[in-house]
């Protein structure tokens, strides 16, 4: 609604969606989903802030200190790229090396510990503070989610805005 209703005002809006299919009972239907959900961003147009902050829906700009911020180029590149081929793409939470995380299923399921990336390749890290040791096992991303409470381990990482029926936009660069 908000992507839609900034476009009817003239800006270039930029929406990235993935395919999901969403199974029922009896049914089931392929949809397209926000890759980051609560999101829109928008180029350029910062001049006209009071026809931005007036679109329905809209809570608040991304930025620092209450002044909008540009999301690097290359980054929003880098999303468009990928929503545009033909891999499958869909959202995932945001990790960081050193943050504390929990593997979501497996034989793992449940255990906590640090990822940190070795090679090519991302590894759990458990530690056993009494012993002052330390084991790790490689991990895929995918089977692991951030840990919902710190353990002084590690710190956290906020993992953004939460969910609503409000939108936060943010503006993209100029294309070169």
């Not at 006209?48 to 209450?66: A, D, Y």
């Not at 081929?85 to 449940?110: A, D």
């Not at 090679?119 to 890290?125: I, W």
């Not at 590690?154 to 100029?174: H, I, K, Y």
Request: charged share 25%; with cysteine; hydrophobic share 40%.
């Amino acid at each position: 609604m908000v992507a839609e209703t900034l476009l009817g005002k003239g800006f270039e809006v930029f929406l990235p969606e993935y395919r999901a299919v969403h199974r029922w009972k009896d049914r089931r239907k392929e949809l397209m989903l926000p890759l980051f959900p609560n999101y829109v961003f928008i180029k350029g147009g910062l001049d006209r802030m009071l026809h931005i902050v007036t679109t329905p829906g809209l809570h608040s700009l991304v930025g620092c200190g209450g002044r909008p911020e540009s999301i690097p180029q290359e980054d929003m590149d880098a999303v468009r790229r990928l929503v545009q081929s033909s891999f499958v793409v869909e959202p995932h939470p945001f990790l960081k090396c050193g943050e504390c995380v929990r593997v979501k299923y497996g034989p793992l399921e449940g255990i906590e510990g640090v990822l940190i990336r070795k090679s090519n390749s991302n590894r759990l890290v458990l530690s056993v503070d009494m012993l002052q040791k330390s084991v790790a096992v490689e991990v895929d991303v995918s089977m692991v989610e951030p840990a919902s409470k710190p353990s002084g381990k590690a710190p956290m990482t906020a993992l953004g805005w939460a969910t609503g029926e409000r939108c936060q936009v943010g503006s993209m660069p100029a294309y070169q």
